[in-house]
């Protein structure tokens, strides 16, 4: 029996039970999408479910239909419930930390070794974890109603990056195709995913985008602190703004860095064989070959110094 | 009998003559994408087929499998040849004013009452040409090779916009499936479509966001004369600016203001209900609801101000 079909089975089989559906912390379109659709599907097939997430709903993703009920808060009771943990593969990743429940069910397509819960369906391969509940509610037998189409197309959307990421498989569109026909409006998506920028945060990017220095294939761009007081943004308005440099024919590396209160924090993109993941560990950092980062004690100028000079060393 | 059929008919019929395939002056990914692919599904036939394109390939194009094949001088017997205009309804569009050809057949998606040629094949509904160059291609049993599938999923990716614009029809998201299914690789295609900027271009983008200003609504920005100079930059490298302030939030009108030698030209876009039309109509211009533009014979600084106030008037 594989973990599908005892995902499938487990969720087929009565049960009063709420179930729980928890997701990671600091949620995104996929997280959001997945679980959402996923509660729509259980109260199609007569059961009790809910959402919740511990930091809720950020502000654009307040369009997905049922977005209103997911709740920070556990309910009294939470021990009997069924967790289902939807785009994670730990409870610790939902902010659940020592918290018990009934049973556990997990739905993820993150790599993992630890294979958490009663039920452990985890498939590294699928693009998002929005893919693994649709082929659970085509399995069920659940009607692809508008609201789960417009949460699971806004899913697959996210963790493929608008189908521009590697993992844009032919599955990935044609769900997406299946979703656009069942009522999912791509361009209105769109425009709530990636068009609802504060002001304050396009200013942010402007200012980082002056900054920007390009020399041998090195890309450095920077926010200083007076940036982020000037505009009343956070360090959590520059994310992806590594995205740009990208954009860049002959950009191998970029590195974006942020001056917060007390370090600077470096982000480094690889779009060619320099393996980033090295010079931010040679600076006490981590990460994956073309994505790391690491924070660095010094000022913002001579963290330009350190960085560029590692990253010329190391190509 | 419908106009696919009768294409399908003129392409099935034996035939002997070169098929000329041009396509559209400053061609992008559509444009090429699908006059590429067709010449590939013509040789299948049996059918000698080459395309022209007076402009001929931009470098983000150039990694088309066939782009290298691609004219910029029309063959001496043309005239004995067969003309297949891809992507555009008339020959003056693909800057063939005033010259005759054996028959010409039309395969376009754009909105039309000429109904040019022996045969015309158009489509408005159609999101891509590439669309129905692939309706064509699996009518005619023709395979889809790995060339064909780059070649079409690029037109389609192209025309809409990675699959962000309101044309992103359940066709369009299910054909995208099955050419990549086919061999087309999605992050390759968007890596050259998207991410290969020149790094005069992106240093041109970074000081047009530099003079972003926002006020009720109302998003501006300008390029001077210094500015395209100082980078070596022209007019071509600042298409597609307008998407920047499209990204807030709160931005209901954006215009861009170029400034050429001896004019402004202006570029208006709308997100909601303002319609640009008529801002850009009052100063000469024209367009559509939410995409307009006009020429001002001004300074930067007086067009700047007189757009603005155009604007505001209007909503």
Redesign the interface.
């Known amino acids: 029996m594989t973990a599908f079909e005892k995902a499938l089975d487990f969720f087929r089989a009565p049960n009063n039970r709420l179930f729980l559906i928890a997701t990671h912390v600091t949620p995104e379109g996929d997280a959001l999408g997945s679980s959402i659709a996923l509660a729509y599907a259980l109260r199609q097939l007569g059961k009790n479910a809910m959402v919740y997430d511990r930091d809720g709903v950020p502000d654009y993703c307040k369009f997905l239909p049922g977005a209103g009920e997911v709740k920070k808060t556990l309910p009294q009771d939470y021990s009997e419930a069924v967790l289902v943990l939807v785009d994670c593969g730990h409870p610790d990743r939902a902010g659940l930390e020592g918290k018990s429940f009934h049973k556990t069910v997990v739905i993820d397509h993150h790599e993992t070794d630890l294979f958490y819960g009663d039920v452990n369906w985890t498939e590294p391969d699928a693009s998002a974890a929005g893919m693994l509940v649709f082929r659970l509610i085509k399995a069920l037998g659940v009607a692809l109603t508008k609201e789960i189409a417009v949460n699971l197309y806004t899913a697959i959307?996210t963790d493929t990056g608008?189908?521009?990421?590697?993992n844009?498989?032919?599955?990935?569109?044609?769900m997406?195709?299946?979703l656009?026909?069942a009522g999912a409006e791509?361009?209105a998506i769109?425009?709530h995913i990636?068009?609802?920028?504060?002001?304050a945060r396009?200013?942010l990017?402007?200012m980082a985008?002056?900054t920007?220095q390009?020399k041998d294939g090195v890309a450095m761009m920077h926010i200083s602190k007076d940036m982020f007081r000037s505009t009343g943004t956070g360090i959590e308005d520059a994310e992806n703004f590594t995205a740009y440099?990208?954009?860049?024919?002959?950009v191998e590396v970029s590195a974006l860095l942020l001056e917060l209160e007390d370090s600077i924090k470096v982000s480094l993109r690889s779009?060619g064989d320099t393996d980033v993941r090295q010079i931010a560990a040679r600076l006490g950092g981590g990460g994956h070959k073309r994505a790391a980062g690491c924070k660095l004690k010094m000022s913002l100028n001579e963290a330009r110094d350190v960085i560029l000079k590692e990253i010329l060393a190391t190509r």
């Open positions: 959307m608008s189908f521009r990421y590697q844009t498989t032919p599955e990935a569109l044609g997406a195709s299946e656009v026909h791509p361009a769109a425009d990636y068009n609802s920028w504060t002001a396009f200013r990017l402007c985008l002056g920007f390009m440099p990208r954009m860049l024919k002959d779009k």
